[in-house]
């Protein structure tokens, strides 16, 4: 009886609990690249590279390991089942085990194997997370908000993070999130200069990669030229220690803050790694508490990053599952919106000068920190009434950490709040005087950031103001936001009605007749 792991091309885990089961002497292993599943999406070059460098090393990891892998490269006439079919026929396997999949659709296709390939098949645990996904979905289904600093405080215990003998948190303190908002001026007179990111090897594999993407996917998002992710093992560990050494003890800060000319800033960047495997959650959370331990970086900055990976990161996780056990996330639309995404999402040609950076910085890099992708590019969705699974689509297929696990929440929930509140309190909406506060984008933009309407006005004033008129019916009664219409309920009917008007000409301009 021969045993197979398949090894899906976001489990790329030395962890990886399907290896487990495996006799090295008799078993095998096998990885299978897909040009269906891979046009699914128009993904952003810098994804595919990744994806696909990433699984071909990770192949040659395992055979220096002992295993014996039989992989299937991408190839225009197989899919996924095709190329299963074969591998099996043709090296006898009787049991095929694969980890747990990370997203919904790959978990209802690998229940269908057992019957389309006619082999036994197990899905054994998964291990990319700390979160048992089956516990938290029982914990939290039917519940119509999940908190996230609940769960967070639950993980620092549970796994004694940052945590002191008598299990109180070190430092005296939670969460120091108080302390991670510094302004954009802040980090100016600062003088601070972001260091560089290390370069990572390159070597055939990348290479060959590059030219397949270019030749399978010419027209997707994104250069293969300016790619600049690691795609071994060895180089995410070095990208991630020397975010340690250089930029974690300034990320609490400074967190919140956007630059124009700053892509990563002392973000860590390893999101695109952690999501297919590369790095370990646990060890990544580890070595930033030594770095606090040690004395080389703040306590805000330290927590602040473990806040994200064991909180956050978990937290989102945990939300997809228990959403998607009773609906389809994707198609959740709270304030009933239909309108479709302008073009310039695919160019970055416009005079908002936040918006168009942004969305420059997706298209060259694959990524965004989470500031602008959740204060500009996504709060102007939210506020444009722009159709919630049009933008979440967007997301899922311009950032190269993007998956539906942790896009969909962080679109659908967080940003756009088109699940109601399941994931978020209250609707991430901003007006100018939040984007100039920690950006330097509005000096130098086309428009007026201080006038509120009329042509020349930034276009985030009228958008705000008009989102909370439109929506008074579904947002008044929340407790959350309540300020924002006793603010609102001052201004006159003239000044409600230039509003209005403002954003009605915007709005109509953006792009006429699209509508669903
Ligand atoms: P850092 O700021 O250095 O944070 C460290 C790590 O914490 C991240 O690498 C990430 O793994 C984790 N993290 C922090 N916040 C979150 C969160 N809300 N959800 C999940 N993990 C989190 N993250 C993705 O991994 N893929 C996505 O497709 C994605 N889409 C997003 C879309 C929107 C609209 C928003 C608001 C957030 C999205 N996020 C997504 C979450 C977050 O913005 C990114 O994880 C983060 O910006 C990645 O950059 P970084 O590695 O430099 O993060
Ligand atoms: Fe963005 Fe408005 Fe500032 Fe321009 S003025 S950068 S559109 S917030």
Request: charged residues 25%.
């Amino acid at each position: 009886m021969k045993k197979a792991a398949w090894i899906l091309g976001d489990q790329l885990s030395l962890n990886n609990s399907a290896l487990r089961v495996l006799d090295k002497a008799t078993d095998m292993v096998v990885m299978t690249e897909s040009l269906e599943h891979a046009r699914e999406l128009s993904h952003h070059k810098h994804k595919l590279m990744l994806c696909f460098s990433a699984m071909r090393h990770f192949k040659q990891e395992l055979e220096q390991q002992g295993y014996s892998v039989c992989y299937s490269q991408l190839d225009e006439n197989k899919n996924f089942l095709d190329s299963l079919n074969s591998i099996v026929r043709k090296h006898g396997v009787s049991e095929l085990i694969v980890m747990q999949p990370n997203e919904s659709a790959t978990v209802k296709f690998v229940e269908t194997l057992s019957e389309n390939l006619g082999i036994a098949v197990a899905q054994s645990k998964n291990t990319m997370f700390l979160t048992d996904r089956d516990e938290f979905v029982k914990k939290h289904r039917g519940k119509s908000h999940l908190v996230m600093e609940n769960y967070y405080r639950q993980m620092r215990k549970t796994h004694n993070v940052l945590m002191t003998k008598d299990g109180k948190p070190v430092g005296g303190e939670w969460n120091l999130d108080k302390e991670n908002r510094r302004t954009a001026k802040a980090f100016k007179q600062s003088k601070l200069t972001p260091p560089k990111r290390p370069a990572p090897t390159r070597d055939r594999i990348d290479s060959d990669v590059a030219a397949m993407v270019e030749k399978f996917f010419p027209n997707n998002i994104g250069s293969t030229k300016t790619f600049w992710l690691p795609t071994t093992r060895k180089d995410a560990d070095l990208f991630f220690d020397d975010f340690i050494a250089t930029r974690l003890k300034d990320f609490g800060d400074y967190e919140d803050v956007m630059i124009a000319d700053e892509l990563v800033l002392f973000h860590s960047a390893i999101s695109p790694l952690l999501n297919i495997g590369l790095l370990d959650v646990m060890t990544l959370a580890r070595k930033a508490e030594h770095a606090y331990y040690n004395g080389d970086a703040p306590l805000n900055s330290v927590e602040g990053f473990i806040r994200q990976i064991i909180g956050w990161r978990e937290f989102i996780y945990g939300c997809y599952w228990t959403k998607s056990a009773d609906t389809d996330y994707h198609q959740e639309n709270f304030f009933g919106n239909t309108r479709k995404l302008p073009d310039f999402f695919w160019t970055g040609k416009t005079n908002m000068r936040c918006v168009s950076s942004a969305i420059s910085k997706v298209i060259e890099h694959g990524y965004t920190h989470h500031i602008e992708r959740l204060m500009v590019i996504g709060n102007f969705a939210l506020l444009a009434g722009i159709l919630p699974n049009e933008i979440n689509r967007w997301f899922w297929e311009f950032y190269a950490d993007a998956y539906d696990w942790v896009v969909t929440p962080n679109v659908m929930g967080m940003s756009q709040f088109a699940d109601g509140g399941f994931v978020a309190t209250k609707p991430y909406a901003a007006s100018a005087n939040y984007i100039d506060k920690m950006s330097d984008y509005c000096h130098g933009c086309a428009y007026d950031k201080t006038l509120k309407t009329g042509e020349t006005a930034c276009p985030f004033n009228y958008l705000y103001w008009d989102f909370f008129l439109r929506n008074d019916e579904k947002l008044r009664k929340n407790n959350r936001i309540g300020m924002a219409y006793v603010t609102l309920d001052k201004k006159t009917t003239a000044e409600q009605d230039a509003i209005r008007q403002s954003a009605h000409s915007f709005l109509a301009n953006l792009n006429p007749n699209d509508y669903y």
